[in-house]
């Protein structure tokens, strides 16, 4: 097989004849009708070329490109019937590998254009840092830490996007440590604390954790700021990075963190995968993590090759979160040099257990707080988002969520 290429043209026939000759020059071809389809395509296919119309629906062949160059150096072709010296420009000046005006070409010469960037086409360096925090051999997680070392020199915003327990905020710190901004201090940021205190020196790197849950000011106040950073060419100010609990097409279907704190960020997005997705690359997450809480305790441990199959047979909804809990009290509860099967299990099921009822309980929280604030302001949805450092769709997410009747009383 000589690499993966993904064919994107909203034009069925000339899409297969592209794909059909891409296969019998021997790649693995995936395609895609447009640039929405065929970004989830190259997060999931982790393609070696994309060659793509300029003129699709939905989203264009430059925006698709954009997208791409955010995140990684994979060669991209340009392709129009259509095709200007302006429209040239803008697809080069924009990172594309090639620009054709298809009339004038081929389809051999197409093909001949995809092998030669495929051949070109060589990963990333990476930094020791990313291998270091990111453990794991799989071509996902290559793919992830490459995509990091792109951005990591750069001084443009960062959103680190996926499932909690992911290790979003891990690859916050190693963009930090290793990219342009090492050495400098980070500003850690919550949605109960959402702005920089005035009084404090001005940091390298402010890390907006959860920017999904900030309030509708303190997102309005940070979608200026990128969009001024952006505006300079990101030459000044602290770099922003930050963090959102779910898919980057989530995010982009929200059309309120779309359109506001997330027009920049999400141009510079990256998605974590869970760990179910990187099955194989278990064992090795956990050994790094059995020698980083063995050192914090003070034990040398291992697990036993059975404890390793079963941790992988796990689908560990809560992730590299929860897989480091389970450790850590195995780890506790165990004797001798290594942690066995049985003990894995029995701590498995206990805090899954107990994660049940702490979710009940939160629950239970969590709509008695609501009710009350409700009740405080007779029901003035905008002041509960306030109190709650939440926006107002999200509140109302969470009155539809508990099933509570939403009534404004006069005040």
């Known amino acids: 097989m000589r690499g993966r290429v993904l064919v994107v043209d909203d034009q069925l026939r000339a899409r297969r004849v592209l794909v059909n000759e891409l296969e019998d020059a021997g790649f693995e071809?995936?395609?895609?009708?447009?640039?929405?389809?065929?970004?989830?395509?190259?997060?999931?296919?982790?393609?070696?070329?994309?060659?793509?119309?300029?003129?699709?629906?939905?989203?264009?062949?430059?925006?698709?490109?954009?997208?791409?160059?955010?995140?990684?150096?994979?060669?991209?072709?340009?392709?129009?019937?259509?095709?200007?010296?302006?429209?040239?420009?803008?697809?080069?000046k924009g990172g594309a590998e090639d620009f054709v005006c298809s009339p004038d070409v081929e389809i051999d010469e197409l093909v001949a254009l995809v092998a030669d960037a495929a051949g070109d086409s060589r990963p990333v360096t990476q930094?020791?840092?990313?291998?270091?925090?990111?453990?794991?051999?799989?071509?996902?997680?290559?793919?992830?830490?490459?995509?990091?070392?792109?951005?990591?020199?750069?001084?443009?915003?960062?959103?680190?996007?996926?499932?909690?327990?992911?290790?979003?905020?891990?690859?916050?710190?190693?963009l930090h440590e290793v990219g342009s901004s090492a050495g400098g201090v980070i500003a850690e940021l919550s949605p109960s604390s959402p702005f920089l205190d005035p009084r404090s020196p001005e940091p390298s790197v402010v890390f907006l954790d959860g920017i999904e849950r900030f309030g509708d000011e303190a997102r309005r106040h940070w979608a200026e700021q990128i969009a001024a950073a952006e505006r300079d060419g990101f030459r000044t100010g602290p770099?922003?990075?930050?963090?959102?609990?779910?898919?980057?097409?989530?995010?982009g279907h929200d059309e309120a963190?779309?359109?506001?704190?997330?027009?920049?960020?999400?141009?510079?997005?990256?998605?974590?995968?869970?760990?179910?997705?990187?099955?194989?690359?278990?064992?090795?997450?956990?050994?790094?993590?059995?020698?980083r809480i063995g050192a914090a305790v003070g034990r040398s441990i291992r697990l036993s090759p059975a404890a390793v199959r079963y941790l992988r047979e796990q689908r560990w909804p809560g992730n590299g979160r929860q897989l480091e809990r389970v450790l850590e009290r195995a780890i506790s509860f165990s004797r001798g040099r290594q942690v066995r099967r049985d003990v894995v299990a029995e701590v498995l099921t206990d805090l899954e257990e107990t994660l049940d009822g702490i979710r009940a309980r939160e629950r239970?929280?969590?709509?008695?707080?609501?009710?009350?604030?409700?009740?405080?302001?007779?029901?003035?949805?905008?002041?509960?988002?306030?109190?709650?450092?939440?926006?107002?769709?999200?509140?109302?997410?969470?009155?539809?969520?508990?099933?509570?009747p939403l009534r404004r009383t006069p005040r």
């Not at 995140?71 to 072709?77: D, F, L, T, W």
């Not at 990256?270 to 194989?280: G, N, Q, V």
């Not at 707080?369 to 949805?381: A, H, P, S, W």
Request: charged content about 25%; hydrophobic content about 40%.
């Open 29 to 92: 071809v995936s395609e895609a009708r447009d640039g929405v389809e065929a970004w989830k395509e190259f997060r999931r296919r982790d393609p070696d070329v994309v060659i793509t119309d300029m003129v699709m629906p939905r989203s264009d062949g430059l925006e698709l490109l954009g997208r791409i160059r955010a995140c990684s150096e994979v060669p991209v072709i340009l392709f129009t019937a259509f095709g200007t010296a302006q429209t040239a420009t803008s697809a080069l």
């Open 364 to 404: 239970v929280r969590e709509r008695n707080e609501l009710l009350r604030l409700l009740q405080d302001t007779g029901g003035n949805v905008t002041r509960c988002a306030e109190e709650l450092g939440r926006s107002r769709a999200a509140v109302y997410r969470l009155i539809e969520k508990h099933g509570i």
């Open 239 to 251: 770099r922003i990075l930050a963090s959102a609990t779910g898919a980057i097409a989530d995010l």
């Open 127 to 174: 930094h020791p840092g990313f291998s270091r925090r990111l453990v794991g051999s799989s071509r996902t997680l290559e793919r992830l830490r490459e995509r990091l070392a792109c951005l990591a020199p750069l001084r443009t915003p960062v959103l680190l996007a996926g499932e909690s327990g992911t290790g979003r905020s891990t690859a916050a710190t190693a």
């Open 257 to 291: 963190f779309a359109s506001g704190v997330g027009r920049i960020l999400l141009r510079f997005a990256i998605e974590l995968p869970p760990l179910r997705e990187i099955s194989d690359d278990i064992p090795a997450i956990a050994e790094d993590l059995m020698q």
